[in-house]
């Protein structure tokens, strides 16, 4: 069993950067991909960036290359967001995730464990 904790939301205006973490306890995440998701308002759970368990290879949702970086580190259990040139449309409540699937699926469904969530709300 996993469980994880994000930290690291807040209110930024528009063009600002955060940098969203989360800590996993249970077990080690060496061997699972890790994600993060986003759910914007009355919209579904969306998918934004993930990174296999070695971190060497990383995925992102169209709308947020080159803004966002997800990156790892294994010794402290903890997944990082970087999150750059922030837009309005970036609001939403992120969400950690961890799968057992090694090919970083964007698909809620193929992700196992999940956060509670931290909010991120985007000034203009």
């Known amino acids: 069993q996993v469980q994880l904790v994000e930290s690291g939301g807040g209110l930024v205006q528009a063009g600002g950067s955060l940098t969203l973490s989360c800590a996993a306890s249970?077990?080690?995440?060496?061997?699972?991909?890790m994600g993060w998701f986003r759910q914007a308002p009355g919209k579904e759970r969306e998918f934004v960036a993930a990174i296999n368990w070695t971190g060497n290879v990383r995925k992102y949702a169209d709308d947020v290359k080159g803004r966002f970086t997800i990156s790892r580190d294994n010794t402290k259990n903890t997944l990082y967001l970087q999150m750059n040139s922030l837009k309005p449309e970036d609001t939403g409540d992120y969400y950690c995730?961890?799968?057992?699937?090694?090919?970083?699926?964007?698909?809620?469904?193929?992700?196992?464990?999940w956060g509670q969530g931290t909010q991120v709300t985007v000034s203009s």
């Open positions: 995730a961890a799968s057992n699937k090694r090919l970083l699926p964007t698909t809620f469904v193929d992700w196992h464990y």
């Open positions: 249970g077990r080690t995440l060496s061997s699972l991909s």
